[in-house]
């Protein structure tokens, strides 16, 4: 895949992501777990025909070694763009922290946090380039 290859893919991509995520704040509302809103999601990716794939490890690679455990993403879509999604009140600024490390961590490209905690979905989806 070339690089404008990718990018056109990860922009496609972008929008299926926040269409799921407003399909999910629209049905369910906010209030509910983080878990539920990861599995509506996720099957919301799924009638879309988009491939993902949840709850992924991410390696550490220091001093020359590899920590397995560690760090975990909520939903990596298409092998291209990660996903973490919360249900809190407020966003911690440290999670998107995280997501900015996870983007070098997996040397992905976009990521996104969104929080299904808010009245808005527009309100809750943050954008993160690397």
Request: glycine share 6%; with cysteine; hydrophobic share 40%.
């Amino acid at each position: 895949m070339t690089e404008q290859e990718r990018r056109d893919r990860e922009e496609f991509l972008a929008k299926e992501i926040v269409d799921c995520a407003y399909r999910v704040h629209k049905q369910l509302g906010p209030g509910l777990l983080e878990k539920v809103y990861e599995v509506c999601f996720c099957h919301e990716l799924v009638k879309k025909g988009i491939p993902f794939k949840r709850q992924i490890d991410i390696p550490i690679v220091y001093d020359g070694l590899i920590f397995e455990e560690g760090l975990r993403l909520d939903v990596l879509v298409d092998d291209l763009i990660i996903c973490e999604l919360k249900a809190k009140d407020e966003l911690n600024p440290i999670w998107k922290a995280q997501i900015i490390s996870h983007l070098k961590l997996t040397d992905k490209h976009l990521g996104f946090l969104i929080n299904f905690n808010v009245t808005l979905i527009k309100d809750g989806i943050n954008r993160f380039r690397n």
